[in-house]
């Protein structure tokens, strides 16, 4: 029988990825790589829109890439309203929620189901996206704030998180849902989450600005400073600083990690500081996430385009290791879990869920 054929489109912070799937098989796998200065000349993510469809399209052209016959694309999610885990298929609705980021997540991904959307519409073929960032399994304790009526939200890197957590299962011979792992994806996002028997109950906002700081994001900021720091700046400007223009594009004006590394490796005292701290907040993260799961973690799982940089790694396991065996995937499963769910679906083996336009958590009862 023929096999299926995949588009996969994977908009990141500071990157586009593709790859095209046969089955399980993958023809060809890509990252188109934007810089953080290109991306802010855009007064708003949606506005990015053109310019990765030129780079897909151009990709495309340039190797002579041919989708005529393209059963789905399969796209990364973005921040409509929250949901429960699985694939959706995507539909109206889910687009313009998206577009409108109605789920609070401001971020890259939310151009994914309007790639997907411009795809279809050239080559036909079905439209789907798996577990996307706003999926919402929080524990209740995890969702309350010091301000009523302010909630902690599940804004992450769902995708890759619980793929890695399902591989890893896997190595060990065991289920996804009977182990406790803490997970961390370390790119120019960076999302550190607890997972408990098959469920995301703790993590930072990672969108938000919440957790360590990124090559784009500001991190954890104390509430009177960041006020500081707002007077007399307009809040937009603002909100693109905490989401696009903080970390190392804030110290050095790019969010280029092989630069910002190769600067250390020069002995750039700066820079080697900078890198160094933030290593340092992401291993305080995993402590925490830790102790969520109180101290029962079968393993601290590293996945990222981050941990090409073997230091990485080596000083996560120096300081964590005493708390569960450290395992590090370079990289990302995320291609393969939209490819994978995808597959899923058009063999029946899983029905494609529908968005339903409402948040899968709006509060507590009173």
């Not at 912070?13 to 993958?26: H, I, Q, R, V």
């Not at 406790?180 to 098959?198: K, L, P, W, Y």
């Not at 899983?350 to 409402?358: I, M, P, S, V």
Request: hydrophobic share 40%.
């Amino acid at each position: 029988m023929k096999p299926f054929k995949i588009f996969v489109i994977n908009p990141g912070s500071t990157s586009t990825k593709l790859a095209l799937f046969e089955d399980e098989k993958c023809c060809f796998e890509t990252c188109i790589n934007h810089f953080a200065p290109e991306l802010l000349k855009f007064s708003c993510i949606n506005d990015q829109l053109p310019l990765r469809m030129r780079d897909v399209e151009k990709f495309l052209s340039d190797n002579h890439t041919d989708l005529s016959d393209l059963d789905v694309v399969v796209a990364r999610g973005g921040g409509a309203y929250s949901m429960e885990g699985g694939v959706y298929t995507v539909d109206r609705k889910l687009i313009e929620d998206t577009k409108a980021a109605k789920g609070g997540l401001h971020h890259p991904s939310n151009l994914g189901v309007q790639m997907a959307e411009i795809i279809h519409n050239e080559y036909g073929g079905r439209m789907l996206t798996v577990n996307p960032p706003i999926v919402d399994e929080l524990c209740d304790l995890a969702r309350v704030t010091g301000i009523s009526g302010v909630y902690r939200k599940a804004k992450m890197h769902v995708l890759n998180l619980k793929e890695t957590a399902i591989h890893h299962a896997a190595v060990m011979g065991r289920r996804y849902e009977d182990c406790n792992f803490v997970v961390c994806h370390i790119d120019g996002g960076i999302s550190v989450t607890a997972h408990e028997h098959g469920r995301i109950i703790d993590a930072n906002d990672a969108s938000g600005g919440d957790g360590p700081f990124t090559p784009t994001r500001t991190g954890g900021i104390a509430v009177t400073d960041l006020i500081d720091y707002c007077r007399g700046k307009d809040l937009d400007d603002v909100m693109r600083t905490c989401i696009e223009a903080g970390g190392f594009v804030s110290h050095f004006g790019t969010s280029d990690s092989d630069k910002i590394h190769a600067m250390v490796d020069e002995g750039d005292k700066k820079a080697a500081l900078v890198w160094n701290a933030m290593i340092y907040q992401i291993i305080k993260y995993i402590g925490a996430m830790s102790a969520a799961l109180g101290g029962h973690v079968d393993a601290i799982l590293l996945s990222g385009r981050l941990l090409r940089f073997p230091d990485m790694a080596e000083k996560i396991r120096e300081k964590c290791g005493w708390i569960a065996p450290v395992v590090s995937y370079p990289g990302e499963f995320e291609q393969e879990a939209l490819a994978n769910g995808a597959l899923r679906v058009l063999r029946g083996q899983e029905e494609a869920k529908t968005y339903t336009g409402l948040p899968v958590w709006s509060g507590f009862d009173d």
